[in-house]
């Protein structure tokens, strides 16, 4: 296996979840292409882990970055449903109330 | 090898399909749907790459866990279930444009680094206890910071969604 294979994989699912992020109006689609990104990352890690003579630190940091991404989901959720309850809609582009 | 880079393509190919309509079809819970299929795809790609407890985690915490978070979202923001229109901005060129650029150069960038670098044929197995070992002497201080983060958004997401 070479290690562009999955590193190329990472980038194409970083740049699917790019366009997500910037695309998408309804925020709970915006956090999935947030998790997209979030997964890139991991298989970066790994892939270089692994280049390293199966470095161990690789795999801790993936392990954490899944825990930072669940933390992220439940707060990210939580903010939507409070956007949701004050404004009936939880389009991105009607957030605007904060512009000057 | 030769059956490990076959794995690695359909996986890679499924993956591909599955996170293009993640961030284009035109139903919430769909798209939910399809992520599921990306994650698990990436739980494949790590076994593939000698990390098993990394996969296992990623499917309880990610397919377990988090798809049924986004579900839930789904259902208390009352998303419609059907088909909507209003679910992309009505611009997507700056979105391509921004992504192709990005692919372009990561493609590039990593093709000019790392050739036809190969991992190595049978890598050492990390195994759980070498990951324990070093979560708890190594990375303490961030496993604390971890947790911290955890609670905090434990703490945070109940004030926030509360109903007073």
Redesign the interface.
Same mark, same amino acid.
């Given at each position: 296996?070479?290690?562009?294979?999955?590193?190329?994989?990472g980038?194409?699912?970083?740049?699917?979840?790019?366009?997500?992020v910037?695309? $998408? $109006?309804?925020?709970? %689609?915006v956090?999935?292409?947030i998790?997209?990104i979030l997964?890139s990352v991991?298989?970066n890690l %790994?892939?270089f882990?692994? $280049?390293n003579?199966?470095d161990?630190?690789g795999?801790?940091f993936?392990?954490?970055v899944?825990?930072?991404?669940?933390?992220?989901?439940?707060?990210g959720?939580? %903010?939507? %449903?409070?956007i949701? $309850?004050n404004r009936r809609s939880?389009?991105l582009?009607e957030l605007s109330s904060m512009k000057g | 090898?030769v059956a490990?880079?076959v794995s690695?393509g359909i996986i890679?190919a499924i993956?591909?399909v599955a996170?293009?309509r993640?961030?284009t079809v035109r139903n919430?819970v769909h798209?939910?749907l399809w992520?599921v299929l990306?994650?698990a795809g990436?739980a494949a790609?790590?076994i593939?790459?000698?990390?098993e407890?990394?996969a296992v985690?990623?499917v309880l915490?990610?397919v377990g866990?988090?798809v049924v978070?986004?579900l839930?979202?789904?259902m208390?923001?009352?998303?419609r279930l059907g088909k909507?229109d209003?679910?992309?901005?009505p611009s997507?060129v700056?979105?391509?444009l921004?992504?192709?650029i990005?692919?372009g150069t990561?493609?590039y960038v990593?093709?000019d680094a790392?050739?036809?670098?190969?991992?190595?044929e049978d890598?050492?197995?990390?195994s759980t206890a070498?990951?324990g070992?070093?979560?708890f002497s190594?990375?303490l201080l961030?496993?604390w910071a971890?947790s911290f983060?955890?609670l905090?958004?434990?703490v945070?997401?109940?004030v926030?969604?509360r109903?007073d």
């Open positions: 296996m070479l290690i562009n294979q999955f590193l190329l994989l980038a194409f699912l970083f740049c699917t979840g790019v366009y997500g910037l695309v $998408r $109006r309804n925020a709970v %689609l956090l999935m292409s998790e997209l997964n991991n298989l %790994l892939a882990a692994m $280049r003579g199966s161990v630190s795999h801790v993936a392990l954490y899944v825990a930072v991404a669940a933390a992220e989901v439940g707060v959720l939580a %903010l939507v %449903l409070l949701y $309850r939880i389009a582009d | 090898m490990q880079n690695f890679a993956m591909a996170a293009v993640v961030v919430v798209a939910a992520l990306v994650l990436a790609q790590y593939l790459l000698a990390a407890f990394v985690t990623q915490v990610y866990a988090i978070l986004f839930f979202g789904t208390l923001t009352r998303s909507e209003q679910l992309d901005n997507r700056v979105g391509i921004v992504a192709l990005l692919a990561l493609t990593l093709v790392f050739h036809a670098e190969k991992l190595a890598p050492k197995l990390v070498d990951i070992d070093s979560i190594t990375y961030p496993f971890l983060v955890l905090a958004a434990l945070g997401a109940i926030l969604a109903r």
